[in-house]
T-cell receptor, first 110, second 116 residues
Framework: KQEVTQIPAALSVPEGENLVLNCSFT??????LQWFRQDPGKGLTSLLL?????REQTSGRLNASLDKSSGRSTLYIAASQPGDSATYLC?????????FGKGTRLHILP | DTGVSQNPRHKITKRGQNVTFRCDPI?????LYWYRQTLGQGPEFLTY????????KSRLLSDRFSAERPKGSFSTLEIQRTEQGDSAMYLC??????????????FGQGTRLTVV
C-alpha cells in the first residue's frame, strides 16, 4: 500500500530565505508526482508535476526533484515571500488514483 | 474553460439529513475524482470515474455515500443520513486518462460540509 510522508509538518522561515520541503513515498512504482499548494479553507492549486521518467521540473521560484529509486521528492522554494505562506501537499499517482501526504504548513515571516 | 467547479461552496446541515454536492470537471477531462479532507490531514481518496463508469470506491465510502456521473460530464456526491463525522471538505478533481501526455490533475475549490 502506497504511503506518502511529508517532513517537516510545519516550517517558519524569515522572508527571503531559500527552503526545501521533503516528500517520501513507500512504493517506487509511481506514474507521476505532483506538488500542490493549499490556502486555508480553499481547494488545491497544482504547482508542478514530474512524470516518472523525469528528474525535475521548474516553475519560477519553484523547483521540484524526483528520485524514484529512493522514493523521494523535494520542493525547493527560492527567495521566499510572505505570499508563499500556505500548506504544500505532495501527491503520487500510482496510476488509478492520487495518494496524498499530510502536507507541510509553511509560514514566511515578514 | 474556467477549471473544476464545485457547488455549493459551503453546506451546513442537521444530523440525519441528506446532502448532495455537484462537481463540473474541465470539459476535455474524462477522469473525475472525489476526495475528502479533514482538518490537518491530506485529502483521502473516495472514488473515481472514467467517463460515466465508476471504476473504484474506497472503503471510506460507506453505503450512505453514493456518487454518480451521468453521461460522463458532471458528477454528484450524495451523503444520506449525515453524521457529525461526515463534516469535512469534499474535493473534486479531473484529469486526462492514464497514459495521456498531460496527466496533471486539477482540483476544484471544494465543498465544506458542517453537520450539526
Amino acid at each position: 500500500k502506497q504511503e506518502v510522508t511529508q517532513i517537516p509538518a510545519a516550517l517558519s522561515v524569515p522572508e527571503g530565505e531559500n527552503l526545501v520541503l521533503n516528500c517520501s513515498f513507500t512504493d517506487s512504482a509511481i506514474y507521476n508526482l505532483q506538488w500542490f499548494r493549499q490556502d486555508p479553507g480553499k481547494g488545491l492549486t497544482s504547482l508542478l508535476l514530474i512524470q516518472s521518467s523525469q528528474r525535475e521540473q521548474t516553475s519560477g521560484r519553484l523547483n521540484a526533484s524526483l528520485d524514484k529509486s529512493s522514493g523521494r521528492s523535494t520542493l525547493y522554494i527560492a527567495a521566499s515571500q510572505p505570499g508563499d505562506s500556505a500548506t504544500y501537499l505532495c501527491a503520487v499517482g500510482p496510476g488509478d488514483k492520487i495518494i496524498f501526504g499530510k502536507g507541510t504548513r509553511l509560514h514566511i515571516l515578514p | 474553460d474556467t477549471g473544476v467547479s464545485q457547488n455549493p461552496r459551503h453546506k451546513i446541515t442537521k444530523r440525519g439529513q441528506n446532502v448532495t454536492f455537484r462537481c463540473d470537471p474541465i470539459s476535455e477531462h474524462n477522469r473525475l475524482y472525489w476526495y475528502r479532507q479533514t482538518l490537518g490531514q491530506g485529502p483521502e481518496f473516495l472514488t473515481y470515474f472514467q467517463n460515466e463508469a465508476q471504476l473504484e470506491k474506497s472503503r471510506l465510502l460507506s453505503d450512505r455515500f453514493s456518487a454518480e456521473r451521468p453521461k460522463g460530464s458532471f458528477s454528484t456526491l450524495e451523503i444520506q443520513r449525515t453524521e457529525q463525522g461526515d463534516s469535512a471538505m469534499y474535493l473534486c478533481a479531473s484529469s486526462f486518462p492514464l497514459g495521456d501526455s498531460r496527466p496533471e490533475a486539477f482540483f476544484g475549490q471544494g465543498t465544506r460540509l458542517t453537520v450539526v
